[in-house]
């Protein structure tokens, strides 16, 4: 089991696919993503009362890891776990989950935007998580 996983948080499964994903990846495919993003995100889950915190770094090295991290955040999103989820997977429009009030962003939100190029790489075009 990974040690981004964790109990009770369905978000933190599909960031250690995302983490994955990222390893997979050639030097090549990585640089690619890491130019077309170019920011670090960081996820703030909440689910049960409790908060967990995943920083997915598309700046430098094209990696995930839990907690902070080690590099400053470009952009902080702040929502529950279903509805990261529901984002994740394309079943809720970012910028419906923003104006409702079910996600909340701190720092650049335009970085926020290029959230899809992110999930993409979890998932085939088309394919379902």
Request: proline share 2%.
């Amino acid at each position: 089991m990974s040690d981004i996983i964790v109990p009770g948080f369905k978000g933190s499964e599909l960031i250690a696919e995302l983490n994955k994903a990222f390893e997979a990846y050639t030097p090549e495919e990585r640089a690619k993503l890491i130019k077309q993003v170019n920011g670090v995100f960081q996820f703030v889950l909440k689910a049960n009362g409790k908060e967990e915190i995943f920083t997915v770094d598309v700046k430098k090295e094209g990696k995930v890891v839990r907690g902070k991290g080690n590099i400053k955040a470009d952009a902080i999103l702040t929502l529950n776990d279903a509805d990261f989820v529901a984002l994740a997977e394309g079943k809720l429009n970012g910028q419906k989950a923003y104006m409702s009030g079910k996600l909340k962003v701190k720092g650049q939100i335009m970085l926020a935007m290029k959230l899809d190029n992110v999930f993409k790489s979890i998932k085939p075009a088309g394919a379902k998580l």
